[in-house]
């Protein structure tokens, strides 16, 4: 998170814990260090991308 383009790092943990919130995200802690999140793509957000995925191959169909 060191990158600033994305935000202060307050400002990325509230984005992220508002995903999880909303069961866009999962948080998979790390067994090398506990300190460290893997945000993962939860169910809601799998089904919203294979709708959108869908949408846009059908419009390059065209």
Same mark, same amino acid.
């Given at each position: 998170? *060191?990158?600033?383009s994305?935000?202060?790092?307050? =400002?990325?943990? &509230?984005?992220?814990h508002?995903?999880?919130?909303?069961? @866009?995200?999962? @948080?998979?802690?790390?067994?090398?260090? *506990?300190?460290?999140?893997?945000?993962?793509?939860?169910?809601?957000?799998? =089904?919203?991308?294979?709708?959108?995925? &869908?949408?846009?191959? &059908?419009?390059?169909?065209?």
């Open positions: 998170m *060191s990158d600033s994305y935000g202060s790092p307050a =400002t990325i943990h &509230k984005r992220i508002q995903l999880v919130a909303l069961g @866009l995200v999962t @948080l998979e802690a790390q067994a090398a260090d *506990s300190r460290k999140r893997l945000v993962v793509l939860g169910k809601l957000a799998m =089904t919203y991308f294979a709708t959108v995925a &869908k949408v846009l191959r &059908k419009t390059a169909a065209r």
